[in-house]
């Protein structure tokens, strides 16, 4: 369970009852929201496939975890774009995106975000990242330090030093080639709470068996040796998290390797908050995002 953990999870709080009150209204006008679909070119030539919705400042940027892609992103994408240039991609490797690349990594899937944001021209950018693609946003807010104002984890960053070793990485890069089915479903099946619905459930599973298995083994492989505490030590922007309360965040030690990390745990919530309660997850956003840009 302990190697499983670790290989999946790689806010300001009190903030007034107005921003409440605001996080509300981006519910309330996610009405009739046009959502583009756009590509781009990676560095290395691989095609980025990613959506694209509404206008204003500043730019929010999701990106999905590992094996899923940027539809878990929706309801962020329909709740935001009334106020907010709102982008999405899909990870090289996963979704609509490429698979036609030598090297992965998640200092390469950094280098893919930053390509995005350039294509979009973002000036001023909050990086949300769920899982895996926590790590990711950390390396693209280094590659653009003027342009992102903070990083927000979505359930990852539990514990920031740590350090996924060649043998975990092995095991479950393995365990996928040998039965890509089966150890997509034994994965699933640890990232909710026993009591979730299980619709929501097969309705994440389903999406994630778009994946790749090439893909997906090469891009476990990629993960060993990746020390992220070295990556947020040299990250000057704001650090946060919007987590569940399925494995515990270390915020004490966490701020050891970042002072100013903070993090908001959802109760009885598990990997995908922004798929279990949508409505409470935004409410968090929008007071996150509010406190970033006082």
Not at 60 to 66: K, N
Not at 179 to 191: N, P, R, T
Request: hydrophobic share 45%; proline share 4%.
């Amino acid at each position: 369970m302990r190697i499983i953990n670790h290989l999946v999870y790689f806010v300001m709080l009190a903030v007034v009852a107005l921003l409440a009150a605001t996080a509300c209204k981006y519910g309330e006008e996610s009405m009739d929201v046009r959502i583009e679909r756009k590509t781009c070119l990676a560095e290395d030539g691989v095609s980025i496939v990613y959506s694209a919705a509404g206008a204003g400042d500043p730019a929010l940027v999701f990106i999905h975890g590992g094996l899923a892609d940027r539809t878990f992103w929706e309801e962020q994408l329909k709740a935001f774009a009334g106020r907010h240039r709102v982008i999405a991609p899909d990870l090289p490797g996963h979704g609509e995106s490429g698979l036609n690349r030598k090297r992965w990594g998640i200092p390469e899937f950094g280098e893919d975000v930053k390509v995005v944001i350039e294509a979009e021209e973002l000036k001023n950018v909050i990086i949300f990242g769920n899982s895996l693609g926590g790590p990711v946003a950390i390396e693209a807010a280094l590659l653009l330090p003027d342009r992102v104002l903070g990083v927000v984890g979505v359930d990852t960053f539990q514990l920031l030093d740590h350090k996924i070793t060649p043998e975990e990485t092995k095991q479950r890069a393995d365990s996928f080639q040998r039965d890509f089915a089966g150890a997509l479903k034994e994965m699933v099946g640890i990232l909710f709470h026993a009591d979730a619905d299980p619709a929501l459930i097969a309705e994440a599973e389903r999406r994630m068996a778009g994946t790749s298995p090439e893909a997906a083994h090469s891009m476990l492989l990629s993960l060993a040796g990746y020390d992220m505490g070295a990556s947020v030590r040299r990250l000057t922007v704001p650090l946060r998290a919007i987590n569940g309360d399925l494995y515990p965040t270390d915020i004490e030690a966490n701020r050891k390797i970042k002072a100013d990390f903070d993090a908001v745990i959802m109760k009885h919530i598990g990997h995908y908050p922004m798929l279990e309660r949508p409505k409470e997850f935004n409410e968090w956003v929008a007071e996150i995002v509010a406190s970033l840009t006082k």
